[in-house]
């Protein structure tokens, strides 16, 4: 059986002028996790907030008790040096740091905003730098990234380097409310078959028209953007999300 369904709306679309009361409200309509999304200008070409926004909306939302559990700040880093700024998100109160596959196998191994080294880093590092700091690890992979990279990294008995998550993206990163991509819902169920019990995020286009297809594929872990902070009633989406995924959590793939 897959984990339970997350449902993880995107704070991309609240209110910025009304942060903290948008993020609460959200986790009372039902949310489970707030995904976060951190984006530097040049991984991706927009730019969002950093570390000190996330200790400030921090303060309005409870800290989980457990791992994955209500309230988990879900940090999606879209940022070119990944490493670089684990140790700062950590202090502002991130509890899963999702990096993308793409940047950990580009950037430098530097660990704070101020280093300058030439070494690089690899996923597997990251990841035990993550976990070395108490949060969870995720990988990200974009739409032009074959499933197969993730292969060598899940293929791990080393429990320090295996990712405690893996997003699929189904749009570009960078902007919010682009169109739903089905087309990389078949890397959902190639990593689903293989790893039954990974959380598995999905990231772009979702709502109640395109949750099917993602719950159908093996999702658990449900990014909504728009679909919940743009609906009359965020509630009922939310709970629409969640019914989706439960309903198919034990069919086989």
């Known amino acids: ?6 449902i993880a709306p995107s704070i991309l679309s609240a209110d910025f002028a009304a942060f903290g009361s948008a993020c609460s409200k959200t986790m009372d309509d039902g949310a489970d996790w707030l995904h976060v999304d951190i984006m530097d200008g040049h ?23 457990v791992a994955y559990g209500r309230g988990t700040f879900d940090c999606h880093m879209m940022i070119a040096e990944p490493k670089r700024w684990v140790r700062d998100f950590q202090k502002a109160g991130c509890d899963l740091y999702c990096f993308h ?8 191994a530097a660990d704070n905003p101020f280093d300058t080294v030439e070494a690089k880093t690899n996923p597997k590092e990251l990841i035990r730098f993550i976990h070395s700091l108490g949060m969870q690890a995720g990988i990200a992979l974009k739409p032009e990234t074959s499933v197969d990279v993730l292969w060598p990294i899940l293929e791990n008995d080393v429990k320090e380097e295996y ?21 990389e819902l078949p ?29 159908d594929a093996g999702a658990n872990v449900i990014v909504a953007g728009s679909a919940v902070f743009g609906a009359k009633d965020p509630k009922e989406v939310i709970d629409r999300l969640r019914e989706a995924v439960e309903k198919r959590r034990g069919t086989k793939i």
């Open 1 to 6: 059986m897959a984990p339970p369904s997350i």
């Open 43 to 65: 991984f991706v070409p927009n730019i969002t907030f950093g570390a000190p926004v996330v200790t400030k909306i921090r303060s309005h939302v409870a800290r989980p008790d």
């Open 101 to 108: 596959y793409e940047a950990a196998v580009t950037s430098t």
């Open 163 to 183: 990712p405690d998550m893996v997003l699929i993206m189904t749009v570009h990163p960078g902007f919010g409310g682009q169109k739903f991509m089905a087309s």
């Open 187 to 215: 890397k959902v169920t190639a990593v689903r078959e293989r790893y039954p019990d990974m959380n598995i995020e999905v990231d772009g286009g979702l709502g109640v028209g395109t949750i099917d297809q993602a719950a």
